[in-house]
């Protein structure tokens, strides 16, 4: 006996490790139950090991005994023990892995701490691993023997203070035994009950056995680790509904099963519906992440782009390092690997969804088209792969969507570009003067009606090789049409008067118009405001508006038509000098109908006095007509 004590040994933690500690055990209260995750995910990798060990080493201890982690209660005690049956340590290893040694992920955590970070909201994203233990226990003792027959039990214990103590330990059995005594605050952890929970919250997919008491409490067989052909889709449902809570089924899944250039286990999802309550926002966004079927973090970010935020699902990778922060993901390379083969997969199944099944690719698009334009209106390279998923309503389809790709197959010959029109709303577009010529001659036309349209279009140069190309265009080339008998000449204004017509219009808008000038384009519309620059910044001129306060639209150049019936009678009564007050209330009348149709009005309201003025102007005249 007397020996025996002689042995024991006294030795002091590392700094990091003891800073660690007194910040684990003072000041962390939120998330304490993912200690036992950690000391589950280091037997697990301890049993890892020592099946790798048995592929070829003929001497190792017990080498019969089940390779399974137990957890046991003794709720009198306040005491649970974590064992396993895994590689277990020897005197030297004990110290090294457990005392001394720089751990990378202490040091990470700490230098988190000293920029200032809240230790409760980072210690899930590092493997400070067996230390979290301290955040429930007041002492623990690792009791464990190596499974090189030669060597001897020792027990380890600590108090997460200062220091810790090695002990010779009587062990029969290979492995690692670790007796948690719990805080008084931490007593809730002497629960069978809630043992089970934790341990299927966190390590449910652990692929060795885990007994809590005598049953096993976790799943084992993880449903991404199986091939996609042994996956029934019913099996894909019952996890989704798991995962997310939704009580729909999903409307897309997707299993992905790589080893190169890194190892990706993954099923993700796309859900049916965009909007799904409270659940949803409790949940938070992001991909559950396992490394080696060990839960990394549930709401994992960065493995998809933005873009993609709403696609749930788990990804699972054993090249991804247990002690990843948040701060290193960005520029890991593994993450960024991963990251492009889950997006690459993620748009190759919607554009076969679009292929394969086009009514449900139409709901998918009314859910989250949203989010694919704003793939490419924060891209402003890549999004090649985003624009064949777009849909459009369109001049000649209002009812139904239509895809570039269809847009571009019935272009006309002479047709080199892909026309769009930019408005706030699909009522406002459709009247506007600006689709007189490609209604006439049967070009078709996207309606851009999303805010959100206006920057996707800063990105959006062209597909397929044609140019996108605004109809509000101040020097817009149209394609060869044939040239169909024009407009019949005796119905255009005459010159002289079309000049002084002009020059009234100028007088009465003055700042308010860039320039006035005859239309060539107009048929059925007297008259279209376009814009006097082109280039991609004045689609935002719309989204601006919305968002700047003060901002104003550049004023734009009024286009008329010569042909039309109401400037022709606009003509006849300046040239006859009839009724001045008349002609310049129309001129502003049909200026504000422009401002309106462009979704540019600042008050459409105010308009109504002059309307109504209008309606008495044309009582009158029609009670003159009859008395006559
Ligand atoms: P990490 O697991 O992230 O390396 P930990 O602090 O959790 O860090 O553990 C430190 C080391 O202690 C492990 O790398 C492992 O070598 C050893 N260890 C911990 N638990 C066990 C165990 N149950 N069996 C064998 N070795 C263990």
Redesign the pocket.
Same mark, same amino acid.
């Given at each position: 006996m007397a020996s025996e004590t002689s042995k024991q040994e006294s030795m002091t933690f590392r700094t990091e490790v003891r800073q660690l500690l007194n910040i684990l055990a003072n000041s962390l209260y939120t998330d304490r139950e993912i200690f036992l995750r950690? $000391?589950i995910? #280091? !037997?697990s &990798? !301890?049993l890892n090991r020592i099946q790798f060990e048995m592929l070829t080493n003929r001497d190792i201890l017990d080498p019969d005994v089940e390779l399974a982690i137990h957890i046991d209660v003794d709720e009198e005690a306040k005491t649970l023990t974590i064992s &396993?049956t *895994? %590689? *277990?340590?020897n005197h030297d290893?004990l110290i090294e892995? $457990?005392g001394t040694i720089a751990?990378s *992920?202490a040091k990470d955590f700490l230098q988190q701490l000293e920029d200032g970070q809240r230790p409760a909201d980072i210690i899930g994203q590092f493997? @400070?691993?067996?230390?979290s233990v301290f955040t429930v226990a007041d002492e623990v003792v @690792?009791t464990?023997r190596s499974y090189r027959p030669a060597d001897t039990g020792w027990s380890w214990v600590s108090k997460g203070e200062n220091d810790f103590t090695l002990t010779p330990a009587e062990k029969a059995e290979r *492995?690692?035994e %670790?007796l948690v005594k719990l805080k008084d605050d931490a007593s809730e952890f002497a629960s069978t009950w809630r043992l089970e929970q934790i341990v299927k919250k966190h390590s449910n997919y652990v692929s060795f056995p885990i007994y809590v008491g005598d049953k096993v409490a976790n799943q084992q067989t993880a449903l991404w680790r199986k091939s996609p052909s042994q996956v029934e889709d019913k099996e894909y449902e019952d996890f989704y509904r798991q995962l997310t809570l939704d009580f729909e089924a999903p409307l897309l899944n997707i299993h992905l099963v790589t080893d190169a250039p890194v190892d990706i286990r993954s099923i993700l999802f796309i859900p049916k519906k965009r909007d799904r309550g409270l659940l949803q926002q409790q949940g938070g966004e992001g991909l559950r992440l396992y490394s080696k079927k060990v839960l990394i973090q549930e709401h994992f970010k960065d493995l998809l782009p933005e873009y993609l935020r709403f696609v749930e699902g788990i990804v699972d990778s054993q090249d991804l390092p $247990? #002690?990843i922060s948040r701060e290193t993901v960005q520029s890991n390379r593994i993450v960024r690997q991963i990251q492009k083969a889950l997006t690459g997969r993620v748009l190759k199944s919607l554009r076969e969804l679009m292929d394969e099944k086009p009514e449900d690719y139409i709901m998918f698009w009314q859910e989250f088209g949203y989010f694919i334009k704003e793939g490419i209106a924060t891209n402003p390279f890549g999004q090649d792969d985003l624009t064949s998923l777009l849909r459009f309503q369109t001049t000649n389809s209002e009812e139904s969507l239509v895809s570039l790709d269809e847009y571009v197959e019935r272009m006309p010959e002479s047709q080199a570009k892909i026309y769009y029109i930019l408005g706030d709303s699909l009522n406002a577009v459709s009247r506007s003067p600006h689709l007189d010529y490609f209604r006439d001659h049967n070009l078709e036309v996207l309606y851009l009606v999303d805010p959100l349209d206006g920057f996707m279009m800063q990105n959006l140069r062209e597909y397929q090789e044609k140019a996108f190309q605004n109809v509000d265009d101040p020097d817009i080339e149209l394609p060869e049409v044939e040239k169909e008998a024009e407009e019949k000449p005796e119905t255009r204004v005459e010159e002289t008067d079309f000049g002084h017509l002009i020059m009234r219009f100028k007088d009465v808008l003055g700042e308010r118009v860039k320039d006035v000038r005859e239309s060539h384009l107009l048929t059925d519309s007297p008259c279209r405001l376009v814009s006097a620059e082109s280039g991609p910044e004045r689609d935002l001129q719309r989204v601006r508006r919305l968002i700047e306060k003060d901002y104003e639209v550049p004023v734009k150049i009024l286009e008329i038509n010569r042909g039309h019936p109401l400037v022709r009678n606009l003509a006849y009564l300046i040239r006859s000098g009839a009724n001045g007050p008349l002609v310049d209330s129309t001129i502003e009348q049909l200026f504000e109908n422009l401002l309106l149709l462009e979704g540019l009005h600042p008050n459409p309201a105010k308009m109504v006095p002059r309307i109504q003025t209008f309606l008495e102007a044309a009582l009158q005249h029609s009670e003159a007509e009859e008395t006559e």
């Open positions: 950690e $000391l995910s #280091n !037997a &990798d !301890a &396993d *895994g %590689i *277990g340590m290893e892995n $457990l751990h *992920g493997g @400070v691993g067996f230390y @690792v464990t *492995g690692t %670790i $247990l #002690n």
